[in-house]
């Protein structure tokens, strides 16, 4: 099973879309802040196929939780959630994004429906263990 690292401040969209990709065959690690992400043990780490993370934090920023996962794992797929279209970020989260690189990291546009969540991740890190087991 895929396991999916979500991290959003708004406790309610947190919930639902860790239950969503539950649904879909995902395990999911949910957190609530830079502070709880960032110290998550190294071996569960380890195991998160895609950080699915919101850009703009009420206590600071997604990307900047993202660069500092990318230091210890280059490889992690990264999608970005905001409700800000990318030209008005901060201009310290688009440097920060420069930093990310273009390779494996998408960013998805608030609101967004649950069918082009799911699919935006079957793209970046293929289907969960359920949808798979249904489509065969």
């Not at 110290?39 to 660069?67: M, N, P, R, T, W």
């Not at 935006?120 to 890190?125: H, P, Q």
Request: glycine share 8%; net charge negative.
């Amino acid at each position: 099973m895929k396991t999916v690292l979500v991290l959003d401040d708004e406790f309610n969209l947190l919930n639902l879309v860790c239950r969503l990709l539950q649904r879909h065959g995902y395990r999911t690690l949910q957190t609530a802040d830079a502070e709880e992400t960032l110290g998550l043990a190294d071996d569960e780490l380890a195991q998160v196929k895609l950080f699915v993370v919101d850009v703009c934090l009420a206590a600071g920023s997604g990307i900047h939780v993202a660069v500092a996962l990318r230091a210890d794992f280059p490889s992690l797929p990264i999608l970005l959630v905001s409700g800000y279209p990318k030209n008005s970020w901060s201009v310290r989260d688009t440097v920060l994004f420069g930093k990310l690189g273009g390779d494996s990291v998408r960013i998805l546009q608030k609101p967004f429906t649950p069918q082009v969540l799911i699919a935006t991740i079957g793209e970046m890190i293929g289907a969960g263990q359920v949808e798979r087991a249904n489509s065969a």
